[in-house]
């Protein structure tokens, strides 16, 4: 079975500031995603950014970009020029690629709290 | 299309009592997910459809636990006999078999007292 673990219940960054979340992962699988969710206190889970596992590029978007190292089955997530609105609940998820049956659920992390000061 | 909604955003019950929830995916979605987050937690799968039938069902889904999705497009939970470790947030998600992301909705609230 699959895990998923982050072991920084919370952060704190300051506004303008770069933070890393930490996200590590196993698998015995060759080919898989990963994701990172967004939860705000809305509670609704926004998708931030998703790698696939036979890329090698990292992924980025505008100021979020990954770190996704799949020997050391490590997937962590840089957000640069913090701003306020980051404050949440961020969660590291994992899928296997394969489709069928509970493969295609997302296994989550425990989540980190990202405070964002002034 | 307004994405995944969710009915109710809280629901309060009193042990013992059924209660049942809605989820409304987005339309050409043929994959739905039920997942329950407690507080401090990930959430965890529960169940999942495609199209109509129910594909799959975690152990943490016990008897009193049943998930519908008639005619392939919303879906309800309900909960018989609620229990106190009940109270959680249910999250539905939805997603196009073969692609791998998904649209969560914003949850429903449960609490037991």
């Known amino acids: 079975a699959q895990t998923v673990t982050q072991s920084q219940p919370e952060m704190s960054v300051q506004e303008a500031e770069t933070v890393t979340l930490s996200c590590t992962y196993d698998t015995s699988e060759s080919d898989y995603y990963l994701f990172w969710y967004k939860q705000p206190p809305s509670r609704q889970m926004i998708l931030v950014i998703r790698q696939e596992a036979y890329k090698q590029q990292n992924a980025t978007e505008n100021r979020f970009s990954v770190n996704f190292q799949k020997a050391a089955k490590s997937f962590s997530l840089k957000i640069s020029d913090s701003q306020l609105g980051d404050a949440a609940m961020y969660f590291c998820a994992y899928r296997s690629r394969r489709d069928t049956g509970t493969a295609s659920k997302l296994t989550f992390g425990t989540g980190t709290r990202l405070q964002v000061t002034l | 299309d307004t994405g995944v909604s969710q009915n109710p955003r809280h629901k309060i019950t009193k042990r013992g009592q059924n209660v049942t929830f809605r989820c409304d995916p987005i339309?050409?979605?043929?994959?739905l997910y039920w997942y329950r987050q407690t507080l401090g937690q990930g959430p965890e799968f529960l169940t999942y459809f495609q199209n109509e039938a129910q594909l799959e069902k975690s152990r943490l889904l016990s008897d009193r636990f049943s998930a519908e999705r008639p005619k392939g497009s919303f879906s309800t939970l309900e909960i018989q006999r609620t229990e106190q470790g009940d109270s959680a947030m249910y999250l539905c998600?939805?997603?196009?078999?073969?692609?791998?992301?998904?649209?969560f909705g914003s949850g429903t609230r449960l609490t037991v007292v």
């Open positions: 339309s050409e979605h043929n994959r």
């Open positions: 998600a939805s997603s196009l078999a073969g692609l791998g992301g998904y649209t």
